[in-house]
């Protein structure tokens, strides 16, 4: 049997590619000013350091604290945003009570892509900055080539999702997955903040790093696997996803397999996450386990 879907409704990718092009911009150049204005000062002051005295590992330093505060920044905005449409969507677990609204019935009406379209669009060029965001930040990392594909990746699975009528799941996801990051991104501001002796006593990084952890696992990994479980039951036919099946959908079947991916990537920095609690518990010490190896006596930083 084969399925027939009508998709791409309120997709116009030449006018659209556009608008990512100019959003990407004006993200970068957003980035630029205010960390240059507002969080390299702030990092500065906060992590007790001097503009004279910054060397090579404390101007790293610096730069992971100003992105810190720049992704927690948009973070908040994109999630308040976020939860907005989902007041505004009839099929959201807010409106409805019923999470599994988010799958089934896929794929979902187009006219329910109208008033998502601009948060799209903005989540689209905001991983597009975040490549070049990693080039200038993050190439220190031994996890950096994971990083970047992780971007890529959720570019290629929002542009999908959009144009595939997967948008239900994908927003819902997204607001998950931003509020852990809120988490994230507060727990590593706290930790560098190392001229705030209150700031900085045991019991308060060891409750931030195993709420940062709660966080990962409870909106990032499980309801991506829990989406994963469910879609296949919740479509006119589990062969869409399959190859080889004569009901196999193309696009259906690649925006499972990334999700795949997306979900392999998540698990593995929760691991290392797992393990950070670890440490931080006997040590009594953050420690980022994918920053690069530094040299003799230098601490690892969250």
Not at 32 to 52: E, Q
Request: aromatic letters at 12%; charged letters at 15%; proline letters at 4%.
């Amino acid at each position: 049997m084969t399925f027939t879907f009508l998709r791409g409704e309120h997709v116009d990718f030449a006018s659209e590619g556009l608008l990512v092009v100019a959003g990407t911009s004006a993200l970068m150049f957003a980035r630029w000013l205010i960390v240059n204005t507002a969080l390299r000062p702030a990092a500065i002051k906060l992590m007790g350091l001097s503009f004279k005295e910054l060397d090579g590992e404390s101007r790293a330093g610096v730069e992971k604290f100003c992105k810190s505060g720049w992704h927690f920044v948009i973070y908040v905005i994109s999630a308040c945003w976020g939860v907005m449409i989902l007041f505004e969507s009839e099929w959201s677990v807010l409106r409805s009570g019923k999470f599994e609204q988010i799958w089934l019935g896929y794929p979902h009406p187009g006219s329910e892509k109208i008033i998502l379209k601009a948060y799209f669009l903005a989540h689209i060029s905001w991983y597009l900055h975040g490549i070049f965001e990693s080039v200038m930040v993050d190439t220190s990392r031994t996890d950096f080539g994971l990083l970047v594909i992780h971007h890529f990746l959720a570019v290629a699975l929002l542009v999908g999702a959009f144009w595939g009528n997967v948008h239900r799941a994908t927003i819902t996801m997204c607001i998950l997955q931003e509020i852990s990051d809120v988490v994230m991104h507060f727990s590593r501001i706290v930790h560098k903040s190392s001229a705030v002796p209150w700031l900085q006593g045991r019991l308060l990084h060891a409750l931030l790093l195993r709420s940062f952890f709660a966080a990962w696992v409870g909106l990032r990994i499980l309801p991506t696997s829990w989406v994963l479980l469910k879609l296949p039951s919740a479509a006119p036919t589990a062969g869409m996803f399959i190859p080889g099946r004569p009901d196999f959908d193309l696009l259906s079947g690649t925006l499972y397999v990334q999700l795949v991916m997306l979900l392999g990537m998540q698990v593995t920095w929760g691991l290392a996450i797992g393990r950070m609690c670890v440490d931080q518990w006997r040590t009594g010490r953050v420690v980022e386990r994918h920053d690069a190896r530094p040299g003799p006596g230098a601490r690892k930083e969250l």
